[in-house]
């Protein structure tokens, strides 16, 4: 009797290992799959928040395959071919480079890059959230289009003034450590992070010195026009009540970066409507709750 009832068992123990193996298998394979999907998910709402996309993305191409222009006083930036292609592209970085690239604007031949480029910005922006961006990137398909080079007046085509730029903007520039907490001390954090750091809200909205060097990267009391054909002004959005924001509500700042609908029944321009549609619409609630938070401190 007993000899026929060990095959049976056996025959069990066998389906109850593949079982198990096939359990294991959907927790390994599965499992991290959901926390890369939230992570890439988090990548790509930083990477338009931050303009990444904005920037590096033009008309009918690619995402983040470049060749969007961008006018200054100092002639035409066309930004670069940020897909993963490894001839035209950022396909052989490696993290590291990446995360210098963003957060010092060096290149990984050691060449510095032009602020149009805003990483003096992106300076104190946590190596996780340039990682999230990165991964996203990575993850899509890439573009192998060459780029054309900037078109600038003399003598800002010599890269190499830059490294003087960056030296007096390092020794100029600053941004205030402390804010007056009034309330929510998480909240204003937070908001400041965005508003200052990732959403750099204050490359336009920031008063600006000789050679575009903002002095003070907290004060968002706005800029004129800094060119004679150029509409590069933006208005003052700290709580002053008359010349600022001071008047609009919580609510009224965030339905304004949903949907770029000001409190009084008006559109937002050309360009802060595409910093709206490529960035601010993307973030949560929460994270917009911040930026009113902090905007209105
Ligand atoms: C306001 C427009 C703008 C925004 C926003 C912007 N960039 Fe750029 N980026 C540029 C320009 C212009 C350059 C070229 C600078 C140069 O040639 O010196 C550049 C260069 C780069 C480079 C170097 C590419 C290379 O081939 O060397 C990387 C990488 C990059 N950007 C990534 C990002 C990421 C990631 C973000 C978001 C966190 C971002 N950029 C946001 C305009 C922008
Ligand atoms: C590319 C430049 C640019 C950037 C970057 C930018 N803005 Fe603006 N912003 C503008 C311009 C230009 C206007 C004026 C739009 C208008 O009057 O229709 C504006 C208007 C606004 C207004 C409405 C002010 C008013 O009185 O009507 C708010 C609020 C605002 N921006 C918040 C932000 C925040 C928050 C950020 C960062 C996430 C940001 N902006 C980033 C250019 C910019």
Redesign the pocket.
């Given at each position: 009797m007993e000899k026929a009832v060990v095959p049976v068992t056996k025959h069990l123990e066998k389906k109850n290992n593949i079982f198990v193996i096939f359990i294991l298998l959907i927790l390994v394979i599965e499992k991290p799959s959901f926390a890369n999907e939230d992570l890439l998910h988090e990548g790509k709402i930083l990477s338009h928040?931050a303009?990444c996309y904005g920037c590096h993305t033009s008309k009918n191409n690619t995402e983040f395959s470049g060749g969007y222009e961008i006018r200054t006083k100092y002639g035409i930036f066309i930004t670069p071919n940020i897909t993963r292609d490894n001839n035209h592209g950022i396909g052989n970085w490696t993290e590291s480079e990446f995360i210098k690239a963003i957060k010092t604007g060096v290149s990984p031949q050691n060449t510095p890059y032009y602020p149009s480029f805003p990483y003096v910005w992106f300076q104190k922006m946590s190596e996780e959230d340039i990682i999230k961006i990165f991964e996203y990137i990575k993850s899509l398909t890439p573009d192998n289009k060459k780029r054309e080079k900037h078109t600038l007046k003399f003598p800002y085509n010599f890269r190499n003034l830059i490294w003087i730029w960056k030296i007096l903007n390092e020794k100029i520039s600053h941004s205030s450590e402390t804010i007056i907490l009034k309330n929510n001390n998480n909240l204003l954090s937070r908001g400041k992070y965005?508003?200052e750091v990732v959403?750099?809200?204050g490359?336009?909205?920031s008063p600006r010195t000789w050679f575009s060097i903002v002095k003070n990267k907290s004060d968002l009391s706005g800029r004129g026009e800094s060119f004679k054909n150029g509409k590069?002004?933006?208005?003052?959005?700290t709580s002053a009540e008359k010349i600022?924001?001071g008047l609009?509500s919580e609510s009224d700042?965030i339905f304004?970066?949903q949907t770029g609908i000001?409190p009084d029944g008006?559109?937002?321009?050309e360009?802060?409507q595409s910093?709206i549609d490529d960035?601010?619409s993307h973030l949560s609630k929460k994270d917009l709750k911040a930026?009113a938070t902090y905007?209105l401190k």
């Open positions: 928040f303009g965005l508003t959403g750099h809200c490359a336009c909205h590069d002004s933006a208005p003052n959005i600022g924001i609009w700042i304004y970066l000001k008006d559109f937002a321009n360009d802060m910093i960035g601010t930026i905007l």
